[in-house]
Every structure is written in structure tokens, then in C-alpha cells.
């Protein structure tokens, strides 16, 4: 019998055993590790004292980590403390340094403060502080202060599983004329983020003579600081100085009797437009050829996540759509690589043969190469065409990655995200790699292993060291699609040991 046929019959029983053994573990570990977002995250308060000695409260939910102060009743802080590969912690108010260790700006206004006569006040309003659970997953924190012939109460709404919406309410009494609400500072100088008012649904860099003003806010290259507002008619913009000089906008309240009530959202967060989309603020970005295609992306996943319940069913699914696209072109490269180990025993005897004339051995490498019908780089494209798909779903996680952390785990790892925690994923591609490499080499013969060989040993575990920290996501698809390519390259062999007989075995080359 030919050598091919001995090696695929050991070959599939080894395939065939491992493959089975990771099927069993995949399938045992999901269950116990499956659960909801909701069971893993919960809304944290806690009271504290401001800078100023007024009182504070601190909500944190699975992203952001809002302050709350008494003094003047602010919104002091929405720091992101939730930071995906690529990404750091952000300070997301206007008025704070962005350093490591985020710093406020001396004399700074923060967002809503109210100047109830058109200018800020000489001392802070003390506003009281209140907090009501709705349940584990949203709480309402209320700012009030009473004042002479105006009472304001400020409303917000914290949510557990927010994408970096806070939905806020603005409730004014008395008599009111001229009243301006600050909703934040407005940084000066080079770099800084782009001042942008939204109407009807259309961002402007300037405000318009005309329209309904629907929303204001700064746009950063990382971060969006924005204030949407819920069909408000008489808002004017403004922008202005504080008491100490430092820069604000703003809107101007129109004139009120009785009671005047603003609703609106911030969105608070990080420049991502598949967030921004879901809060109704796509209108303030654009998006070029390359992005327009990765949210398509991002929605295909969306997709196959409200199939499967689970972002890593999902990248399964993704990859095995992607294996069956490329399935032609990896068929052929399998065949090209395993038609490359067939020839070697030739190739060997020609390099004896010409061992004094490179020349030659090229010369006759390469005829032979034709009269077998035989691309050496065949098995070059195939690989390459991998990495749009791995960059696709890399640049997808990172798009997306709070979709990914309020979803539920995936087996062992609590969010495909970040990466896994106890290197899992990453040992079990580097052994189904390795595997592959020596189903390879068997098949190849000891006469073939050389430098190439070498570096198919090497190379699994200089990837998995070099990317070790990148989404446990990515390594998913990876681990798959090593898999897959065992398999098929078992499939490939089985089919041309049928086709016709294989080469003699690589000792007995020189007996032709």
C-alpha cells in the first residue's frame, strides 16, 4: 500500500481522537458558564465628600463611573473606566486634564449648572442629593435646590447596561427669564474637540439662524460629549465665560411661568458610531467607504448574536461562514501544498543531481512544476486572504466591544473582548496548530524538513506570545480556523490518496 494511504489512516485516527476531545471539552464547559450579563454586573453607589466639602455621590455601572456633586448641582465626572484593548481610561467631561491620573481645571463650570439671571453666581448653590433604586439594574439620582422665586431639580437616570446614555431631566418652577443652562466647558486651543450642534438630524459647526436645535456637544477623535434634546422649541445656544473667565456653552432657557421641564440624553462616551447610532446621534459623524463596510459587519454579528444568544456562538458562526467562502481557495491550497510534498523526493533527487549548478536545479524545479501542473506560491494566497477577515472581526470587537462586555460569557471567558484571562483559547491554537504542523511533517517525510518546517514549529507559539494580550474574540476565530484547516487538509489527502498513488517514500527516491 502507498505511503499516503498508511499516513491518512493514522493521521484520521489522530485527527479523529483529538477532534472529538476538544468537541467533548467545548460542549462540557459551556453550560456552566453561561449566564447573563445582568448576573455579572450591578449598579455600585457610593457617598463621598467633593472638592469643595459638598456632598458627592458616585454610581458605577459595567462602563462608566459617574460623580455627582452638591456644589452648584453637577455632573462633575463620566469617567470610562472600562477600557478594550486599544483603548485607555477616558475622562469623557469637559473641564479635566487628561492625564493618567485626571485633574479638574482650576475654576472650571461643569455641566448644569444654572445662571438664573443669564450670569453665574458668585458663590455655588448647595443643591441636597437623593437617589431611588428602580430595581438592581437603574437608579434616579435627583440634585434639588430651592432658591428665591426659582426651584430646580435635576433628574437622572442611571442604568446598569447603558451604552454611555444617561437620560436627564430639567425641572424648573417660578418664574424664570433669561435663565441659561451651562452644559459644559468648551476647551481652547489646537487639538481640541470640534464644538457641534445638531438640527434635524444634520450636524452644523455653527448654530443656525433658524430650526430646532436637537442637540450640542463636543466631538473628540477618541470621545463624544453630547446633549441631545427631546423636541425642545425656543433653545438658543450660547457660548460664554464664567465668573473666573473660563470658557462654557450652553442653551438659553426660553422665558417660563409655572413650570419649565428640558429632557434630553448625554451621551458620554467614546467616538464609536455603532453606539452613537444607537443613541440617534449618527447624524454627527461621517463615515468613509472602509467604515460604512465594517458597520455592516458589526450588524452581521448583531445578527447572528440575537440568533445564538451569545457573541461567541456568533463568532463561530462567522467563521464558519468565512471558511465556506474561502472553502475553493483553501481546497486548492491544501492540494497545492500536499501535491509540493509529493514532488519532494524528486526535487531531492534533482538537487543531487545539480548540486554544483543552481542554474540548472532551478531551471529543471520549474519544469517540473509545469509538467505536474503545480503552483509552488498556490499556497501562499489562500493564508493571506485570512487576515481581511481577521482584521474585519478585530476591527469589529473594537468597534463594539461595550455589545461585547454586557453580553453574556462564553464558556471560560468572561468577555471576548479583553483577552482571556487564563490563556486558554490561546494553548489550545498553538496545540492545534502544532498538531498540523506534524500531521505535515509526517506526510512530508524526514528528508523534507528543513527551514520551512522549522519555522511551522516556531511560529504558533511566536504568535500566540507576541498576541497574547489581543481579544479573546480573535483568538476564538483563530482556534476555529486552525481546526477547519486540519480537517480539510485531512479530507484533501483522503481524496487524492483515491485519485491515484502517491509518490515512493522518500528513502527509496534515489532507487528510480
Same mark, same amino acid.
Given at each position: &500500500?502507498v505511503?499516503?494511504?498508511?499516513?491518512?489512516?493514522? =493521521?484520521?485516527?489522530?485527527?479523529?481522537?483529538i477532534?472529538?476531545?476538544? +468537541? +467533548?471539552?467545548?460542549?462540557?464547559?459551556?453550560? #456552566?458558564?453561561?449566564?447573563?450579563?445582568?448576573?455579572?454586573?450591578?449598579?455600585k453607589?457610593?457617598?463621598?465628600?467633593?472638592?469643595?466639602g459638598?456632598?458627592?455621590?458616585?454610581?458605577?455601572?459595567?462602563?462608566?463611573?459617574?460623580?455627582?456633586?452638591? =456644589?452648584?448641582?453637577?455632573?462633575?465626572?463620566s469617567?470610562?473606566?472600562?477600557?478594550p484593548?486599544?483603548?485607555?481610561?477616558?475622562?469623557?467631561?469637559p473641564?479635566?486634564?487628561? =492625564?493618567?491620573?485626571?485633574?479638574l481645571? /482650576?475654576?472650571?463650570?461643569?455641566?448644569?449648572?444654572?445662571?438664573?439671571?443669564?450670569?453665574?453666581?458668585?458663590?455655588?448653590?448647595?443643591?441636597?442629593?437623593?437617589?431611588?433604586?428602580?430595581? !438592581?439594574?437603574?437608579?434616579?439620582v435627583? +440634585?434639588? $435646590?430651592?432658591?428665591?422665586?426659582?426651584?430646580?431639580?435635576?433628574?437622572? @437616570?442611571?442604568?446598569?447596561?447603558?451604552?454611555?446614555?444617561?437620560?436627564? !431631566?430639567?425641572?424648573?418652577?417660578?418664574?424664570?427669564?433669561?435663565?441659561?443652562?451651562?452644559?459644559?466647558?468648551?476647551?481652547?486651543g489646537?487639538?481640541?474637540?470640534?464644538?457641534?450642534?445638531?438640527?434635524?438630524?444634520?450636524?452644523?459647526?455653527?448654530?443656525?439662524?433658524?430650526?430646532?436645535?436637537?442637540?450640542?456637544?463636543?466631538?473628540?477623535?477618541?470621545?463624544?460629549?453630547? $446633549?441631545?434634546? /427631546?423636541?425642545?422649541?425656543?433653545?438658543?445656544?450660547?457660548?460664554?465665560?464664567?465668573?473666573?473667565?473660563?470658557?462654557?456653552?450652553?442653551?438659553?432657557?426660553?422665558?417660563?411661568?409655572?413650570?419649565?421641564?428640558?429632557?434630553?440624553?448625554?451621551y458620554?462616551?467614546?467616538?464609536?458610531?455603532?453606539?452613537?447610532?444607537?443613541?440617534?446621534?449618527?447624524?454627527?459623524?461621517?463615515?468613509g467607504?472602509?467604515?460604512?463596510?465594517?458597520?455592516?459587519?458589526?450588524?452581521?454579528?448583531?445578527?447572528?448574536?440575537?440568533?445564538?444568544?451569545?457573541?461567541?456562538?456568533?463568532?463561530?458562526?462567522?467563521?464558519l461562514?468565512?471558511?465556506?467562502f474561502?472553502?475553493?481557495?483553501?481546497?486548492? %491550497?491544501?492540494?497545492?501544498?500536499?501535491? &509540493?510534498?509529493?514532488? /519532494?523526493?524528486?526535487? %531531492?533527487?534533482?538537487?543531487?543531481?545539480?548540486?554544483?549548478?543552481?542554474?540548472?536545479?532551478?531551471?529543471?524545479? &520549474? !519544469?517540473?512544476y509545469? /509538467? !505536474?501542473?503545480?503552483?509552488?506560491?498556490?499556497?501562499?494566497?489562500?493564508?493571506?486572504?485570512?487576515?481581511?477577515?481577521?482584521?474585519?472581526?478585530?476591527?469589529?470587537?473594537?468597534?463594539?466591544?461595550?455589545?461585547?462586555?454586557?453580553? #453574556?460569557?462564553?464558556?471560560?471567558?468572561?468577555?471576548?473582548?479583553?483577552?482571556?484571562?487564563?490563556?486558554?483559547?490561546?494553548v489550545?491554537?498553538?496545540?492545534?496548530?502544532l498538531?498540523?504542523?506534524?500531521?505535515? @511533517?509526517?506526510?512530508?517525510?524526514?528528508?523534507?524538513?528543513?527551514? @520551512?518546517?522549522?519555522?511551522?514549529?516556531?511560529?504558533?507559539?511566536?504568535?500566540?506570545? &507576541?498576541?497574547?494580550?489581543?481579544?479573546?474574540g480573535?483568538?476564538?476565530y483563530?482556534?476555529?480556523?486552525?481546526?477547519?484547516?486540519?480537517?480539510?487538509?485531512?479530507?484533501?489527502?483522503?481524496e487524492?490518496?483515491?485519485?491515484a498513488?502517491?509518490? *515512493?517514500? *522518500?528513502? =527509496?527516491?534515489?532507487?528510480?
Amino acid at each position: &500500500m502507498v505511503r499516503l494511504r498508511q499516513d491518512f489512516g493514522a =493521521d484520521t485516527f489522530v485527527l479523529g481522537m483529538i477532534g472529538k476531545a476538544f +468537541l +467533548l471539552l467545548f460542549l462540557a464547559l459551556s453550560f #456552566p458558564f453561561f449566564g447573563s450579563a445582568g448576573e455579572r454586573y450591578a449598579l455600585k453607589i457610593a457617598e463621598g465628600t467633593s472638592p469643595r466639602g459638598g456632598q458627592e455621590l458616585v454610581v458605577e455601572n459595567a462602563l462608566v463611573r459617574y460623580r455627582f456633586w452638591a =456644589d452648584n448641582g453637577v455632573l462633575a465626572s463620566s469617567y470610562l473606566y472600562f477600557a478594550p484593548y486599544g483603548t485607555k481610561e477616558l475622562e469623557a467631561v469637559p473641564g479635566w486634564t487628561q =492625564d493618567k491620573a485626571p485633574e479638574l481645571i /482650576q475654576d472650571v463650570s461643569l455641566p448644569l449648572e444654572i445662571w438664573p439671571q443669564g450670569a453665574a453666581p458668585d458663590e455655588p448653590f448647595v443643591y441636597r442629593i437623593s437617589y431611588t433604586e428602580q430595581g !438592581e439594574k437603574v437608579l434616579e439620582v435627583r +440634585l434639588a $435646590w430651592q432658591g428665591e422665586g426659582l426651584e430646580v431639580e435635576k433628574r437622572f @437616570t442611571v442604568a446598569e447596561d447603558a451604552l454611555y446614555t444617561l437620560p436627564v !431631566e430639567i425641572h424648573l418652577r417660578g418664574q424664570g427669564q433669561g435663565v441659561k443652562l451651562v452644559l459644559g466647558h468648551y476647551p481652547q486651543g489646537k487639538g481640541v474637540p470640534e464644538l457641534v450642534y445638531l438640527y434635524e438630524g444634520r450636524k452644523h459647526s455653527q448654530p443656525l439662524a433658524s430650526g430646532t436645535l436637537e442637540g450640542i456637544g463636543l466631538v473628540a477623535k477618541d470621545s463624544v460629549f453630547f $446633549w441631545k434634546f /427631546q423636541g425642545m422649541e425656543g433653545l438658543r445656544p450660547f457660548q460664554g465665560r464664567n465668573g473666573a473667565g473660563q470658557p462654557v456653552f450652553g442653551v438659553e432657557i426660553p422665558a417660563f411661568s409655572g413650570e419649565f421641564v428640558l429632557k434630553g440624553t448625554l451621551y458620554a462616551g467614546r467616538n464609536r458610531y455603532i453606539l452613537l447610532e444607537k443613541a440617534g446621534l449618527q447624524g454627527i459623524v461621517e463615515l468613509g467607504f472602509f467604515s460604512r463596510f465594517l458597520v455592516g459587519v458589526i450588524r452581521f454579528l448583531e445578527t447572528l448574536y440575537r440568533a445564538t444568544g451569545n457573541y461567541g456562538w456568533a463568532i463561530v458562526l462567522f467563521t464558519l461562514v468565512a471558511q465556506l467562502f474561502l472553502f475553493p481557495l483553501t481546497r486548492t %491550497q491544501i492540494r497545492s501544498m500536499a501535491k &509540493m510534498q509529493r514532488l /519532494q523526493p524528486k526535487i %531531492q533527487r534533482l538537487q543531487r543531481l545539480y548540486k554544483d549548478d543552481k542554474e540548472a536545479f532551478q531551471k529543471h524545479v &520549474m !519544469e517540473l512544476y509545469r /509538467q !505536474e501542473k503545480v503552483n509552488p506560491l498556490g499556497g501562499c494566497f489562500p493564508i493571506l486572504l485570512q487576515f481581511p477577515f481577521l482584521i474585519l472581526l478585530w476591527q469589529s470587537i473594537f468597534n463594539s466591544a461595550e455589545l461585547f462586555h454586557l453580553s #453574556p460569557p462564553f464558556l471560560w471567558i468572561p468577555d471576548l473582548s479583553l483577552p482571556d484571562p487564563y490563556y486558554i483559547i490561546i494553548v489550545l491554537t498553538v496545540a492545534v496548530q502544532l498538531l498540523g504542523q506534524w500531521i505535515t @511533517t509526517r506526510r512530508s517525510g524526514a528528508q523534507a524538513a528543513g527551514g @520551512t518546517q522549522l519555522i511551522g514549529w516556531i511560529f504558533p507559539l511566536f504568535f500566540a506570545f &507576541m498576541f497574547r494580550s489581543f481579544p479573546a474574540g480573535l483568538w476564538l476565530y483563530w482556534f476555529l480556523y486552525s481546526s477547519i484547516q486540519n480537517l480539510l487538509q485531512g479530507i484533501v489527502y483522503w481524496e487524492l490518496s483515491r485519485a491515484a498513488p502517491a509518490a *515512493p517514500k *522518500p528513502e =527509496d527516491a534515489g532507487k528510480n
